[in-house]
Structure formats: structure tokens, C-alpha cells
């Protein structure tokens, strides 16, 4: 199925001109053209639209997450937020006394790695050595790469924390052949913007986070 993605804004990757009233067109799990919306609905008429606000851009790399999946715990709304709080839990000592077994440590993966999507987030890097949190990973359609240069310390679910300007993010480029994973943000500058003003993120042709 031919599905057409356009916005006020794209952004085809690092250094490249942006494109206002740009589009991506998506068969399966790739990208077939990129160009300005008008030309390629007039190319394939058939073509399911999806219409997004801001601007379209390549999905994003967060550096460092296995700090983020394996040393951090994310309480489970509403079963533990009441006791735990909210907000991660992360340091030896606060993880030791929570005595987390392996499934809670996936349960916790799988809310992390939703909190990763919610930002745009299409790919990390780390190591991963808890079973479960390694299948939450594989599972949740991120893509997972080898540690590689110097993560922010301490490693942020913010993709865009410790970078100098929002492309520096990016992963990957919007172009025909490429997988079709990007994202959207609310306003032209996502670096300037909190996390809820991700609209949207699609890993592999799918849509896997769409705010609400």
C-alpha cells in the first residue's frame, strides 16, 4: 500500500535545503520518491495521505541507552506511580532496593522505549545483557547500534540533549530506497520544543507513536 506523508515542513536530513509543503512516498517498508507534495499526489493518485502539522524530518538517535533501559526503572501508571512517584528511578542504590527481577526490568524496557518514540526516537545505541530488555528493544522497532562516540552524560531520553543544532540528531536521510523512518515535530526547530511536540513516528513504514 502506497501511503503519501506530507507536512508544512520537511527536512530531508543533515544539511539539506528544507522543503516547504514537502512529502515522502512510503510502499511497505520504504521510501519511493521525496519531493513537493503536489507532484507526487499527481504521481500516485491512489496513495493514502496523511496530512501532518510542523516539520517532517528524519527519525532520531538517542547515544547511551543502556543507561536508559538497564540502569534506570520507569513505574508502572497507576500500579506504582502511587508508592514509586512518576518520574525514572535511576542509581544503584535506589534500583537495589526495588529488587527488580528480570520481567520488571523488560516491563520497565517497554515503557522506555514508548517514552523514546513519544520523541521522535527511531534508533540507540548500547549494549543490552538483560534478556528481556534486549527483546523490549527488538521488539519496540528501534533500530540498535554498537556504542559509538560519546554519549551525553548523563545519557538523556532527549535525543536532542548536549548537540549544538537538531541535525546533528538526525538518523539517516529521507531519499528513494531508504527505510521509510522519520518523524514530525510540531514546529520548524524540534531541538527547541518539548517532547509532547513530537506529532509522530514512523519505524519501517509503520506509525508507532501519533500524539494525541
Known amino acids: 500500500m502506497l501511503t503519501l506523508h506530507t507536512a508544512e515542513l520537511l527536512v530531508p536530513g543533515a544539511g539539506s535545503a528544507p522543503l516547504p509543503g514537502g512529502a515522502v512516498l512510503v510502499e511497505g517498508d520504504r521510501i519511493t520518491r521525496v519531493g513537493p507534495y503536489e507532484a507526487l499526489a499527481a504521481a500516485s493518485p491512489h496513495a493514502r495521505t496523511r496530512r501532518w502539522p510542523g516539520t517532517l524530518t528524519p527519525g532520531l538517535l538517542v547515544r547511551g541507552a543502556e543507561v536508559l533501559l538497564e540502569r534506570t526503572y520507569y513505574p508502572d501508571d497507576p500500579s506504582e506511580t502511587a508508592e514509586l512517584g512518576a518520574g525514572p528511578i535511576s542509581g544503584q ?120
Open 93 to 212: 542504590d535506589a534500583l537495589d532496593a526495588l529488587e527488580l527481577t528480570e520481567s520488571r526490568w523488560g516491563n520497565s524496557a517497554r515503557r522506555g522505549t514508548q517514552k523514546l518514540l513519544a520523541r521522535g526516537v527511531v534508533a540507540v545505541t548500547g549494549r543490552f545483557v538483560i534478556p528481556a530488555v534486549r527483546t523490549a528493544v527488538v521488539r519496540s522497532g528501534l533500530t540498535v547500534l554498537p556504542p559509538a562516540g560519546r554519549a551525553p552524560q548523563p545519557p538523556s531520553l532527549d535525543p536532542f540533549a548536549g548537540l549544538e543544532a537538531a541535525e546533528q540528531a538526525y538518523y539517516g536521510v529521507l531519499e528513494p530506497g531508504a527505510p521509510a523512518r522519520f518523524a514530525v515535530f510540531a514546529t520548524e526547530d524540534p531541538a527547541a520544543q518539548p517532547p509532547a511536540d513530537c506529532v509522530a513516528t514512523v519505524i519501517g513504514g509503520r506509525l508507532l507513536h501519533r500524539r494525541r
